[in-house]
């Protein structure tokens, strides 16, 4: 098969922005600190390779000097491999001339994998600045996972693991928090990984509720007093619908015990976190800010929309029992305060009996972690239901 020609550049670009006037980028894993990097398609043609003058640079040996072009034709995005060595594909499957593009698409160039992703107007100055060199291979396998990964969405393939909340004294449990795992056996278990690989195609509130609904039926199995603990995405705070799927978890578990925990990072603007604690009272459902002082600590939210539960992340708990500086005194006023605003605090991450003993001692009535239980599948319901 003869090679294809490579098109000689044009001096004249256009802009071509995707339906509804966002801005296309080519996303993808490029260092070891597992951070995804966006690269903003700012016109077309679009040319990618590994010479220097190419729009996009891909500095690997397996990539050709001039690579593939993004282009649009018949108001549509393509893409065009141009002759390339170790050739292009879209989804897994080999582009021969060209092959249209819609966004989510995987495109691999030799062993880069990148992702086609949608800005939407208005989010696009965080792109303008954007590096555009790339040295390293996404990790293995992404396509293929990535493919997976939508078969589990389409299938709803994924189940709910139970770890206890207990007295700490005690030891008695109060609740559960609810973990999502995956139940296709392909891909990894683990809720971390899934939002990860749901990151790369923009589903991570989509998973997020997918979770906490295939959940609620082995909750309603269990007993009715205790409190089951949902988890929220931060993406759900920026998307429409998390009131809407909360609404409807309600509405099929009327009289279990819910509590929906926001992830510190999330809890930014106490204004609208007033709004949502109301809403979610409405549906008498509590609040709960999880990991607690693994960022900034936010007291100004804390005072304004003050939670049922505060949870304290483990990085703060671990080995809390041989502190000799101020982390002990900070988590006892911490404690403190949270009380007198009528806040249960929780110690995430317990492992040893030494640490219960020490967040027993500066204040903490409840206590989550594995020296009290390891996530597992739905305890054998004792004879009462939720429903």
Known sequence: MPPQRVPERTATTQAFLAPGGGLWYLEGFVDDSRRLRRLPILSLPFHIGRHPDQDLTLDSSAVSGRHAELRVADGELEIVD?????????????VSGTARLREGDIVQLATLEFRLGVLEPGQTEALLGSTTEIGRPLPARLVERTVLFRELLEREAVAAHFQPIVGITDRRPIGYEVLGRSRLPSLPLGSWELFEIAAVVGAEAK??????????????????????????????????????????????SPRLRIVVEIHESAITEPASLARLQASL?????GLAYDDF?????????????????????????????????GRSRLLAALVKMAGELGIRSIAEGIERQAEAEACAALGFELGQGFLFGVPAPAPTPAGTEAE
Not at 230 to 251: D, I, K, M, V
Not at 281 to 285: C, G, S, Y
């Open 281 to 285: 009272r409405d549906l008498d459902i």
């Open 207 to 252: 998973l997020s509720r997918l979770f906490r609904r295939r959940a609620a039926a082995d909750c309603r199995r269990l007993p009715a007093e205790l409190v089951y603990f949902f988890n929220t995405h931060p993406a759900e705070l920026r998307e429409e619908g998390l009131l809407e799927s909360l609404q409807r978890l309600r509405t099929e």
């Open 293 to 325: 002082g693994a960022g900034q600590t936010r007291l100004a939210e804390l005072a304004a929309a003050p939670p049922d539960f505060l949870k304290f992340d483990r990085r703060m708990i671990e080995d809390i029992d041989r502190d000799t500086g």
């Open 82 to 94: 141009l002759g390339s060595t170790n050739g292009t594909l879209l989804n897994g499957e080999t």
